[in-house]
């Protein structure tokens, strides 16, 4: 069993930035490929940036360039850098973690991006 612990969401203007942190628990973290969802009101969950053990990272084309997703092994603790935001980003952002066939979801963090 995987817990996942997300942190830092809250109310910005666009064009601010925000940092969301997702704590994870297990001695494997480094191992785990690790992921930030995202689903707005009336919308489908869909798929924010991802990072996989070796460090490799894929994001969503309406996030390039403006979100960095990273990881710190000795903290268990993955990231999403969120600069530029726009206020279609306003969003619940669920951390993700696949580990050895399984899924497991964090509680959501609620993003809203507006003036």
């Known amino acids: 069993q995987v817990q996942l612990v997300e942190s830092g969401g809250g109310l910005v203007q666009p064009g601010g930035s925000l940092r969301l942190s997702c704590a994870a628990s297990?001695?494997?973290?480094?191992?785990?490929?690790m992921g930030w969802y995202r689903q707005a009101p009336g919308k489908q969950r869909e798929l924010v940036a991802s990072?996989?053990?070796?460090?490799?990272?894929r994001y969503a084309d309406s996030v390039k360039g403006r979100f960095t997703i990273s990881r710190d092994n000795a903290k268990n603790t993955v990231y999403l850098q969120m600069n530029s935001l726009k206020p279609e980003d306003t969003a619940v952002y669920y951390c993700?973690?696949?580990?050895?066939?399984?899924?497991?979801w964090g509680q959501g963090t609620q993003v809203t991006v507006s003036s």
């Open positions: 297990g001695s494997i973290f480094s191992t785990y490929a």
């Open positions: 993700n973690a696949r580990v050895a066939g399984l899924v497991y």
């Open positions: 990072i996989f053990s070796a460090g490799t990272t």
